[in-house]
């Protein structure tokens, strides 16, 4: 098979990272006798600098002519400055929005080998952590009205939290079709005692589970939810919740693996095109020190061969291989620990290919 591939390296880490995630793919490709074509694009920081915008047209145009979409990591204190509708980040938010990429799906494992990176009790995660949050990625207040006012108490300013029925269906289904090739379990997570969205949202999921009855349904408030994560990490599955709270929720999930280098992510649409990254961000104070980790950004692209290209054993080599490499004792300095063997990014990226 052949795939057309658009590469948004980004800016800090994002093209060290990248650059390993495209050797392991391009191995992937040799063993099993696939071609990915990659056409490199600019976006955030590095496009500010060449086009004065985070998200050139061309960028948008070449992702959505291409099979899927690889990101490296975007922003840099160089940009900080900038307002809002300027910064490296829009270049995110506008990639997701132009490809209609409203599922975001963000696994959290606990890799056996790293059990004692993770900062919680080892009777805490003891039966292992594998949670996987669907966040829904273009609706809530991150894409609501937005702005200023003046009032008695002087300027003040808004964001508007607001979702639709069938927002909430669509990311509601992923979720539950997820939890089926899973252990069958959805937490529901909002805030239905206090927002009148959340209301709305929690009518609408269960209305949505009764096509689902072979998958259990609970719920938590967001503030109880966040508590159990880190109280009984064991007990979730799946995790279906809106933006702003599943992005705080996937980033204290990621703890529990050790590092955030390990966390890749996936945004779905409704088709097969969809955009991949790593949890993390662009790191500028490690850039081009071969200090990163790319486990999560290789993870990324092995999500993209089984999300987007329907090819589970390749994923699955990918994922075998990292696991393969933890349990050989090789770290990058975020999840070194006494007696194991650090190394680089590029060794770590040579170290998983030698191991698919």
């Known amino acids: 098979m052949n ?5 948004v390296a980004g800016d800090g880490i994002g093209p060290e990272v990248m650059e390993q995630n495209i050797a392991v793919l391009n191995a992937i490709g040799e063993k099993f006798g696939h071609t990915f074509e990659y056409t490199y694009v600019l976006g955030g920081g590095c496009a500010i600098d060449k086009y004065g915008e985070p998200l050139p047209q ?3 145009d ?12 975007v922003g840099g204190w160089q ?11 829009r270049a995110l938010l506008g990639l997701r929005g132009a490809l209609g990429l409203y599922a975001n799906l963000r ?3 606990l890799h056996d080998a790293l059990k004692d990176a993770c900062p919680l009790k080892p009777e805490l995660v003891a039966d292992g952590v594998d949670i996987m949050v669907v966040r829904e990625l273009t609706g809530g207040m991150y894409f609501g009205e937005k702005g200023r006012k003046m009032t008695d108490m002087g300027e003040a300013a808004y964001d508007v939290e607001q979702y639709s029925v069938k927002e909430v269906e669509r990311i509601t289904r992923t979720a539950f079709e997820i939890a089926r090739k899973r252990n069958k379990h959805v937490t529901n997570v909002d805030k239905q005692n206090v927002l009148e969205s959340s209301r709305l949202w929690r009518s609408v999921v269960l209305e949505v589970a009764k096509d689902y009855p072979d998958v259990e349904l609970d719920h938590l408030y967001v503030d109880n939810a966040s508590m159990q994560l880190i109280m009984r990490p064991t007990t979730f599955d799946v995790i279906v919740t809106g933006n702003i709270f599943g992005d705080i929720l996937s980033d204290e999930a990621s703890q529990m693996t050790g590092s955030i280098g390990m966390l890749p992510s996936a945004s779905l649409g409704e088709g097969t095109l969809g955009m991949y990254e790593p949890v993390h961000g662009s790191a500028p104070d490690i850039a081009g020190k071969d200090l990163a980790n790319p486990i999560a950004t290789i993870l ?16 699955k080599c990918i994922e075998d291989a990292v696991t393969k490499v933890l349990d050989k004792g090789y770290r990058t300095g975020d999840i070194m620990s006494e007696g194991m063997k650090q190394v680089g990014c590029k060794e770590m990226g040579k170290l998983i290919i030698e191991n698919l």
Not at 3 to 7: Q, R
Not at 63 to 72: Q, T
Not at 79 to 89: A, H, I, S, Y
Not at 300 to 315: I, N, V
């Open 79 to 89: 940009w900080d400055t900038l307002p809002g509708d300027k910064r490296p980040e």
């Open 58 to 60: 061309e960028t948008i």
């Open 107 to 109: 696994p959290a494992t």
């Open 62 to 73: 070449v992702c959505k002519a291409s099979d899927s979409v690889l990101l490296g990591a």
């Open 3 to 7: 795939y057309k591939i658009a590469v």
């Open 300 to 315: 990324s692209g092995a999500m993209m061969l089984k999300y987007s290209f329907g090819l589970q054993e390749e994923a």
